[in-house]
């Protein structure tokens, strides 16, 4: 039987799917629309002090056909009056007793969060959420990624809150930092419960060609953003990555956010450690309803592999991901063309001829646009199977014998470190390249 | 069975005739333009005749520089255009994209063209520069889409060029020829107007060159002369009944098609007679226009015609019948056509088949009086003038020919090349002298 309830760090949720602080969670309306779609958490969008929002406050990257592949913002953390927000948050607390609602906070002074805390605690949150993050607006008054990038300082803050809180506490990182193990270390010493990353990354999604001012325009100039959405993906999980290696940091759950869109984000999430994930930007684009795509898809991943809960595969890639150091040096891959599937539009020539090792050729006979790969040429890089538009057309074939493992840090140990150049891949060796000379000749009507 | 309710009103002749390659709206043309791999060696590119860079304008349109897009499809192609609406695709550039490989439907080329040319048009953009003065004078015969392609690349260039066309309009059959339903008048005419306005050659209207003083006036006066007439009427088919009241010829009551839209007159039962394109473009507007019964007699088999299979598969989707082996012997009927007899061509066997509207479409004349007064022009048995593939120069070093007058009758596209590279054959001829 599949369960894919979470305990979370004490907090309870039917699922592991949560929205993130941000616009969808503005007011109990929508957390309550949120919940009846099938989503089993909400963190509140960040409750604080008094500000005021510009207007003009995203912008966003469209990569071809495809809108908000990136996607970035200069809001600040809540402008709707705190006591709405609290007494709304008793309410659906009231009508949702079994969902998670989660306050995300953000102030200044100890006194300031003190008696914030025990405003959220009174409205019934489950849980607490430290935002740490915002890279635009309130770090120029001293919080959010103000916090984020000062470890001492956020440790200070989270020992205040841990004083303060009764109910469970999650710290949440901003990304824009060299070693995120810096502030998820600072978190776990001053006693947070769990942690939660990425916030958004800063940015400038573009500049608008007429004006020259940066996107989003707001009477003429901007500011940078806060990056997020698809394109944040890649970075979301090597942060989370380097916080479920750590030792002394993975002792406290970890809630994924970054780019989450899909069933098969969310499972690379838990595979890399996280135990519940947070969406903001695929809820800003097509609504609550892609719940029912992660939920269906997750369910059915499982089912498929026999895991009854999340824990059961949670971190299950961690030991996989390693250093550099550590890959075998023997194994050997080469490109391989499905000439029935290959459509003959010669990408991957040209890609491996002008970006990688011309290691594919053109047929002789000119009607015959299916290419070929000089196997000795080809040093497996992948390039060519990434561009091929055909699915499975391009896949790469395993051509060693398996017999040999060597890695760098072998060779380190028995301190056999080559002195020269002598990858039999690479030019010059094994690997054919006209030279210099040869190239200057053959080159016509140029 | 025809289900075209005939047309009294220019409203309903355009929804009638209603154009078969839409112009894309923004949206859908980023949509579609995402679409293109930029292939390597592009097959698209390959089988376009006059080779434009297909997947360099399909990026500059997704890009935003829709500007460049039209600039590079006019740098190949100067009737970048018409080209986009009328060229045969599914046979040239569109046949060959890579997804038709994979049973995918291939980029909708011709239609982002058409995005990119209109956008020019539409919006009167400055796109083309007149070359540098050169003092030296080409004449043009025929303001059809060779003649006016060769007008434009001498104009780059920098020579004086006048173009004399018969017709008080330019274009040739692209407004008087091809189906309405693929270009419009007013698009066709727009073009042409706009390369005018911006390239400066001089079209005189109502100029008819048949004896042999115009021939010699040009010669005295011009440096070189292209000839880009086409081709002729419809012939005759040698057989009785030819001179019947509502017996037509294909390309003459195509013209009147192309003028009088919905008032054009047609019969309730059609006969039409041929197996190319054109007898099927008489079929489809036929049907088009409201006869009830439309019936397509050719002398072989469905795969002897000459015409592309979409063409005959459109004429069949919009009613008419097929009717093969079907040989025409005499035209039946005392003022007006009745009928035609025909002959089976693989029995032999006679029969006859009633109508009171015939349409021939069983091949045009050449223009051989015009070509008898200019010295020295060769001619060749199919009755096209020879001329040397790469510089399109006649028997008679002074005249350039190209278009339908060399290559038979074939299409815009292959007018447009054959025009521009005349074009620069003449250039490098002149340049010389
Ligand atoms: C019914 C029909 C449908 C067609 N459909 C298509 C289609 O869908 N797509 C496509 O690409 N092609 C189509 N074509 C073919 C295309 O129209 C021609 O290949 C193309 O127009 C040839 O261009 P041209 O300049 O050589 O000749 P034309 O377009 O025939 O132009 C010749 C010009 O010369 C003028 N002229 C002739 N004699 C003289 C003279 N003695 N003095 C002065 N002027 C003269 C004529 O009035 C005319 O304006 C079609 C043709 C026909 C007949
Ligand atoms: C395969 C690969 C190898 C690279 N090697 C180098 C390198 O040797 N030196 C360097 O300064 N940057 C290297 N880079 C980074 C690129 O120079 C560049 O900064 C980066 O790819 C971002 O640009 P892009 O988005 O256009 O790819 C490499 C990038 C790639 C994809
Ligand atoms: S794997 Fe790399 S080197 Fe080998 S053929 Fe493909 S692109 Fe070239
Ligand atoms: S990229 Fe793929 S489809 Fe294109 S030529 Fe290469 S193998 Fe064929
Ligand atoms: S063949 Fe198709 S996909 Fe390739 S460049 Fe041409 S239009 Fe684009």
Redesign the interface.
């Known amino acids: 039987m599949i369960d894919i309830s979470v305990n979370f760090a004490g907090i309870k949720a039917p699922n592991p799917f949560w929205l993130a602080s941000a616009p969808p969670t503005n007011s109990g309306y929508q957390i309550m629309k949120a919940f009846d779609a099938g989503w089993g958490g909400a963190v509140w969008k960040t409750l604080g002090l008094p500000t005021i929002n510009v207007s003009s406050r995203y912008g966003s990257i469209n990569y ?2 495809t809108r908000m592949a990136g996607f970035s913002n200069i809001e600040l953390i809540s402008d709707r009056p705190l006591e709405d927000n609290l007494r709304e948050m008793q309410e659906v607390k009231k009508y949702y007793p079994n969902h998670a609602v989660i306050a995300s906070l953000m102030v200044d002074t100890r006194q300031e969060w003190e008696t914030i805390i025990k405003e959220v605690q009174d409205a019934g949150a489950d849980g607490i959420e430290l935002n740490f993050g915002c890279p635009h607006g309130m770090c120029e008054r001293g919080m959010g990624s103000a916090v984020g990038q000062e470890p001492e300082v956020l440790k200070t803050i989270v020992g205040w809150v841990m004083a303060a809180a009764k109910i469970p506490v999650i710290t949440k990182l901003s990304p824009n930092i060299s070693h995120i193990t810096d502030p998820g270390l600072a978190a776990v010493q001053g006693g947070t419960n769990a942690i939660s990353l990425i916030n958004t990354v800063k940015s400038i999604v573009g500049i608008d060609l007429d004006t020259f001012a940066p996107y989003p325009i707001v009477d003429g100039s901007g500011t940078n953003g806060g990056y997020c959405g698809p394109a944040v993906k890649p970075i979301a999980l090597h942060m989370l990555k380097e916080l479920a290696q750590h030792r002394q940091i993975n002792k406290v759950p970890i809630c994924g956010i970054g780019g989450i869109e899909t069933w098969r984000d969310v499972v690379e999430f838990i595979l890399l450690g996280a135990t519940s994930v947070q969406v903001c930007t695929a809820v800003m684009h097509y609504g609550f309803g892609i719940v029912r795509e992660m939920e269906a898809g997750l369910k059915g991943f499982m089912e498929q592999r026999s895991f009854d809960t999340i824990y059961d595969f949670a971190g299950r890639a961690l030991p996989k991901v390693t250093e550099w150091k550590n890959l075998n040096l023997k194994y050997s891959v080469k490109a391989n063309i499905d000439r029935e599937k ?6 991957c ?2 890609a491996c001829d002008d970006g990688a090792h011309q290691a594919i050729k ?1 047929s002789e006979n000119s009607e015959d ?1 299916i290419p070929s790969v000089i196997e000795d040429n080809c040093v497996g890089c992948n390039l060519c199977s990434l561009v091929c ?2 699915e499975n057309c391009i896949s790469m074939q395993r051509k060693d014998d398996k017999s040999e493992h060597l890695t760098w840090d072998m060779l380190t140990q028995k301190n056999e470190i080559p002195n020269t150049f002598n990858d039999e891949r690479a030019g010059g060796k094994g690997h054919h390249v006209p030279s210099v000379e040869e190239a200057w000749n053959k080159r016509e009507n140029i | 069975m025809i289900e075209y309710k005939k047309p009294n009103t220019k409203e309903e002749f355009k929804k009638n005739f209603k154009e078969k390659k839409p112009l894309m709206n923004k949206t859908e043309a ?2 579609e333009s ?1 679409k293109c ?5 592009p ?1 698209c590119m390959k089988a376009c005749p006059t080779k434009i860079d297909i997947p360099l304008f399909i990026k500059q349109i ?1 890009t935003g520089n829709v500007y460049g897009a039209a600039q590079t499809i006019y740098k190949s192609n100067w009737l970048g255009n018409a080209c986009a609406v009328v060229c045969p695709t599914g046979v040239l550039c569109e046949g060959s994209c ?2 038709t ?2 049973d995918i439907l291939p980029v909708q080329i011709g239609r982002l063209q058409h995005f990119a040319t209109q956008y020019i048009i539409g919006n009167r953009l400055k796109t083309f520069e007149q070359g540098f003065d050169i003092q030296k004078k080409v004449a043009i015969i025929g303001a059809g889409p060779a003649g006016i392609a060769c007008a434009c690349e001498l104009k780059t260039i920098g020579y004086k060029v006048d173009i004399f066309e018969t017709k008080s309009a330019p274009s040739g059959l692209i407004s008087h020829g091809i189906a309405p339903y693929k270009i419009s008048n007013e698009d066709a005419l727009f073009e042409v107007e706009f390369l005018k306005n911006q390239l400066n050659f001089n079209i005189f209207y109502n100029e008819k060159i048949n004896s042999k003083q115009q021939i010699m006036d040009l010669e005295s006066k011009y440096d070189a002369i292209f000839i880009g007439v086409g081709i002729g009427s419809t012939a005759n088919l040698n057989i009785s009944g030819e001179n019947l009241n509502n017996v037509i010829g294909a390309v003459e009551w195509i013209e009147k098609l192309r003028k009088q839209e919905h008032q054009t007159t047609i019969g309730e039962n059609v006969i039409v007679l041929g197996g190319g394109n054109t007898a099927m473009d008489a079929a489809t507007e036929s049907a088009k226009l409201g006869a009830k019964n439309v019936v397509l007699a050719y002398r072989g088999s469905k795969e002897d015609m000459k015409a592309y299979p979409f063409e005959y598969e459109l004429a069949v989707s919009c009613g008419v019948d097929g009717l093969f082996y079907a040989q025409p012997i005499e035209i039946l009927g005392k003022e007006k056509v009745e009928g035609v007899r025909f002959k089976n061509t693989l029995n032999q066997e006679e029969f006859i088949i009633n109508c009171d509207f015939l349409i021939k479409a069983t091949g045009q004349a050449k223009h051989l009086e015009l070509f008898s007064l200019i010295d020295n022009l060769t001619i060749d048995d199919r009755k096209k003038i020879k001329v040397n593939q790469d510089t399109f120069q006649t028997t008679n070093p002074k005249y350039f020919a190209g278009g339908d007058a060399v290559n038979g009758g074939s299409e815009v596209v292959n007018a447009a090349f054959e025009g521009k590279m005349a074009g620069i054959g003449i250039h490098n001829f002149l340049k010389n002298k």
């Open positions: 071809r056909d290959c459509i003959g539009c010669q990408l020539y040209i053109l646009r538009p055909v | 980023l949509v995402s791999l930029f292939c390597y060696d097959p997704h890579v997804y490989k994979e």
